[in-house]
Structure formats: C-alpha cells, structure tokens
C-alpha cells in the first residue's frame, strides 16, 4: 500500500492524537482530516472516510494505524459477546436480504468490485453505487464532515430510511453490535480518541439498534424518516415506539433455497433461516454491549434518538446519532 508524504508522516503523530483532545466545536471528521492528511480538504475527508469504511469491511489492511485489532465485519468466525456473528451472506448474495424495491428481499453480491484486494488499494470492493454513493457518503454525513457537498465528496444521495434499506435483513441485536464494534475499532485503529469512539459508538447504537424507533433526522436535508435496523424480536424496544409504522420482520432465506420456496406474494423469498447469521436469542440484560476501542458503551432504549442524528454525536463528534446499515 503506498500513501502520500502528508500521511506517512501522520504516523509519528497517532500517539499524541490518543490523548488529544477534539474542540467541541469541530466535527470528527474535520479534527482527524487535519491530524492525519494535514489538509482539511473535500478530497482529504473523502480519503479519510473511506479508510475507515474500508477498514470497517476488511479489518486492518494499512498504515498509519496505533496497532488495535479490527477483524471486519467479513471476518470468519466472529462473535459479539460470546454469540457467533456471520455478516459475510448479506454482502455476498447468499441471503435474499437485499430491498430492491419489489417488497420482497432478493440475493444481490455487493462484493462483484474486487472485494478484499479492491479494498486494500482503496478502491470500491462493493458494487460502486452502493459502497462509495451511498456508504462512504453516508458515513461523512454521520462523521460532521464540513466540506461534504463538493465535486470531490458529493453529498450523501441515497435512501432516507436506513429501516428500509434494511427491512428484509432481520438483524439481531449481536449483529448490530458487532458492526458497531467495527466501526469503534475502525476509528480508534487511526488514533481517534476513547472519548470520541465512544460517543460514535452510543450515537450508532441509539439511531440503529432500537426496534420501532420513532422517526429520526439523518441527514438534515432529508427530514425524519424511520432509521431502526435492529428488527428481530430481541433487539431491545425504542421509548416512544412506533411498531405500526414497521412491517412484520422474517428472517430472510438462503438464495439457493429460493427456488424451493412457495412465493406467496413474495413472501417466500424471505421466510427461512440464516446461514451462519448471529443467534436470535434475547439478551439476559437490555440490548448487548456495543464496543468500540478499549470501551463498551452500551445504548440505553432511545429517546434522545433524533438528537443523536440530528448529528450532533457522530455529525458533530463524529457525532450523529446514526447508522443503519
């Protein structure tokens, strides 16, 4: 992997930025654009963003990082507090978990850009209009990046509603928060601060991780919309829930199976269980512990859903309050 002279030098300064602290008043994304690439730039916080998406995926795969282990969420063999998680069959295709806006879920491989390898010279490894349109758009918006809406960082562009993007995966409270552990240990991996990932990781948990949340902002420009993408019955249940603006949630079904399946308006292309999918068990206590760095915050059920978002945890301190994949 071959980086520019601005962010090899930013090796030398990880150590400092672990106990560093962040102006309130600037955003996540534009305190480690500067620490990092030196210029706080479009193409800079475009830069930044995108290793650590990348790295969220893939796990550790480049340098400067402090030395913390990040697996990926295609890790195989994962587990979130002693209960297997297997992210890999969502992104792959092997479940029909994808909205493709028929009402029904349907197999999609989002890893037809050259997957790990692609990744690794920081190129798209997922289909381009999903992994860089929409991902890495998405996570600047829930970073604070401040000069996102430019040619070279466009401003986010895709759905509203992570809940319905969402809809058909059926995710547990384990698969949730095993991707918000990636994306905590993404960040502090470039040297963001304890503090921060914490905040990002609270701000994730709340937007995502409560069943029947209420309609929350994202993206400013885009107004309330449902973002819960924690659906299976044991993820905790939102205050102030709205249920009767959700679906029903079924697992979805194995793609080779569909074939097999009696499609009663579609619906037979979802029922059926995950192959190597987290435990549909219900925690022994709330919603499990998400982590992030050396830390595991755990999300109370949400009220304060729409502050986080609003973006002021992850938009403002990477401060959003978001994330549904």
Do not use: W
């Not at 962010?7 to 030398?12: H, I, V, Y």
């Not at 029909?96 to 997957?115: I, P, Q, R, W």
């Amino acid at each position: 992997m071959h980086f520019g002279r601005s962010t090899l030098l930013a090796t030398a300064s990880l150590a400092s930025l672990a106990t560093a602290q962040r102006p309130a008043n600037e955003s996540i994304c534009d305190y480690y654009t500067t620490a990092l690439l030196k210029e706080n730039t479009a193409a800079n916080q475009q830069k930044l963003v995108t290793l650590i998406v990348n790295t969220v995926a893939l796990g550790n795969y480049t340098q400067p990082n402090v030395g913390i282990a990040v697996p990926g969420l295609l890790a195989p063999g994962a587990a979130f507090n002693g209960t297997p998680v297997n992210l890999a069959p969502y992104f792959n295709g092997e479940l029909a978990s994808t909205n493709t806006g028929k009402g029904y879920g349907e197999s999609v491989n989002f890893l037809d850009g050259g997957g790990a390898e692609a990744l690794k010279q920081n190129k798209p490894a997922f289909d381009e209009n999903f992994f860089v349109t929409h991902l890495v758009q998405y996570f600047g918006v829930l970073l604070g990046c401040s000069k996102q809406g430019t040619a070279d960082f466009p401003s986010y562009s895709g759905t509203k509603s992570q809940y319905e993007a969402h809809k058909y995966m059926h995710l547990n409270p384990y698969e949730m928060g095993y991707f918000i552990q990636q994306v905590g240990l993404a960040a502090a991996s470039f040297g963001v601060t304890t503090e921060d990932v914490t905040a990002v990781g609270t701000a994730l948990d709340k937007l995502f991780s409560y069943r029947c949340a209420p309609p929350t902002v994202v993206v400013p420009e885009q107004g309330p919309a449902l973002q819960a993408i924690c659906l299976a019955p044991s993820c905790p249940l939102a205050e102030n829930n709205t249920c009767s603006a959700y679906e029903p949630s079924v697992m979805p079904m194995n793609a080779t199976n569909i074939g097999n399946a009696s499609a009663n308006g579609g619906q037979g292309r979802m029922n059926g269980p995950k192959n190597g999918g987290g435990a549909n068990t219900t925690p022994s206590s709330g919603s499990p512990t998400t982590a992030g760095a050396g830390s595991s915050p755990t999300g109370a059920a949400s009220g304060g859903t729409k502050e986080m978002l609003g973006l002021t945890v992850v938009l403002g301190a990477m401060v959003v309050g978001a994330m549904m994949l």
